[in-house]
C-alpha cells in the first residue's frame, strides 16, 4: 500500500533553473494538494485539485503551476527558480466523503 | 494573518506524565479540526480530529478538546511515551468536505520531546 508517493526526495536547484515535482496516490483520491513549509513555519497550500482536469490556487500560488491530467498524478512545476522556493514540498490526497488527508514523505528544495 | 497559532514552539514532557499541547485559532469559520504527527524527514500523519459539533474525542492516548467560545483546542497525550517525540501540527478547516474541498490551515507546530 505505497499511498502519496513524491519524488525527487531531494533537490539542489541553481537560481532560474526549473523543475517538476512529481506527486501520485493509489488510493484513488479526488483531492490532492501541494503544501510547502519553510523553517519553524506551518505548511502553507499552494495548490489544490478536486479530480482530473480541475485545479485551484492555495494561499501561496505565485511562481509554480499545477496541472492535473489523471485521478492519480498532480506534478508541481517550478518556473525560474527563485532562492524564497527553498523549502520542504509535500504533496497529499484525501477521499471525497473522507476527513483526513494523507500526506507524502516530502521533497527538500533548495534553490542556490 | 496566522489564522491558526500553536504559540509554544517546543514541549518537554517526562515518559508517563501527561503532554498538553495547545492551539489556538481566529477564523469563526472553522469547525473541523485536525492535528498531525510528524517525524523528521517523513511527511505529517494524521493522528486525531474532532468536529464543532463536539468537544471532546478520544483515541487511546490521545484526546483532543475543543472549547469553541475560546476558539480554542488543546491534545492530550496520557501517558506519555519517548516515541511521541516528534512535531505536532494542529490545522483546521471550514468544513469537513464541502466547499472547503478539505484544505487546510496549518499551525506552526509545537516539538515535543519526551524524556526517558
Known sequence: NAGVTQTPKFRILKIGQSMTLQC???????Y????????GMGLKLIYYSVGAGITDKGEVPNGYNVSRSTT???PLRLELAAPSQTS???????GTGGTEAFFGQGTR???? | DQQVK???PSLSVQEGRISILNC?????????????????????TFLISISSIKDKNEDGRFTVFLNKSAKHLSLHIVPS???????YFCAASPNAGGTSYGKLTFGQGTILTVHP
Request: charged share 20%.
Open chain 2, 6 to 8: 500553536q504559540n509554544s
Open chain 2, 24 to 44: 489556538d485559532y481566529t477564523n469563526s469559520m472553522f469547525d473541523y479540526f485536525l492535528w498531525y504527527k510528524k517525524y523528521p524527514a517523513e511527511g505529517p
Open chain 2, 81 to 87: 511515551q519517548p516515541g511521541d517525540s516528534a512535531v
Open chain 1, 32 to 39: 490532492m494538494y501541494w503544501y510547502r513549509q519553510d523553517p
Open chain 1, 109 to 112: 528544495l533548495t534553490v542556490v
Open chain 1, 72 to 74: 492519480e498524478d498532480f
Open chain 1, 24 to 30: 501520485t496516490q493509489d488510493m484513488n483520491h479526488n
Open chain 1, 88 to 94: 520542504v514540498y509535500f504533496c497529499a490526497s484525501r
